[in-house]
C-alpha cells in the first residue's frame, strides 16, 4: 500500500467552497472506492488556509481508479477555482499501521 500527503493553500474566500469539496471528494473516496483505506482532511493550525489529503491506497491501480470516479473531477473543477497555488502531492510509503502495508 501507498499513502499521498497532498499539501492545499486555498484561497481564504473560497475555503468553504473547498470544504464542501473536499469532503464531498473524501467521502465518495472512502465510501464507494475499495482501493481506497483511508483519505483524511487535515488543516494547518498555523494557517486556516492551508490543509492537507492523507489518503491511503491499495495499489497504483486503486489511486487510477479514484481518478476515474464521477466525483473525481467535481474536486478538480473546485481545485480550479478554490486553490491559491498548485497542490504538493508526496507520494509515500506505509509502514504503520501493519494493516497499511
Known amino acids: 500500500m501507498f499513502a499521498l500527503i497532498v499539501s ?53 491501480a486503486a489511486l487510477e481508479a479514484h481518478r476515474a470516479t464521477p466525483h473525481y473531477p467535481r474536486w478538480r473543477r473546485a481545485a480550479e477555482v478554490c486553490l491559491a497555488e498548485a497542490s504538493q502531492p508526496i507520494r509515500c510509503t506505509t509502514i504503520f499501521p501493519r494493516e497499511y502495508r
Open 8 to 60: 492545499l493553500k486555498v484561497k481564504p474566500e473560497m475555503r468553504d467552497r473547498f470544504l464542501e469539496a473536499a469532503a464531498d471528494d473524501s467521502t465518495c473516496s472512502v465510501r464507494d472506492e475499495p482501493g481506497c483505506r483511508r483519505f483524511d482532511v487535515l488543516q494547518d493550525q498555523a494557517d486556516p488556509n492551508h490543509f492537507f489529503f492523507y489518503e491511503v491506497y491499495r495499489d497504483e
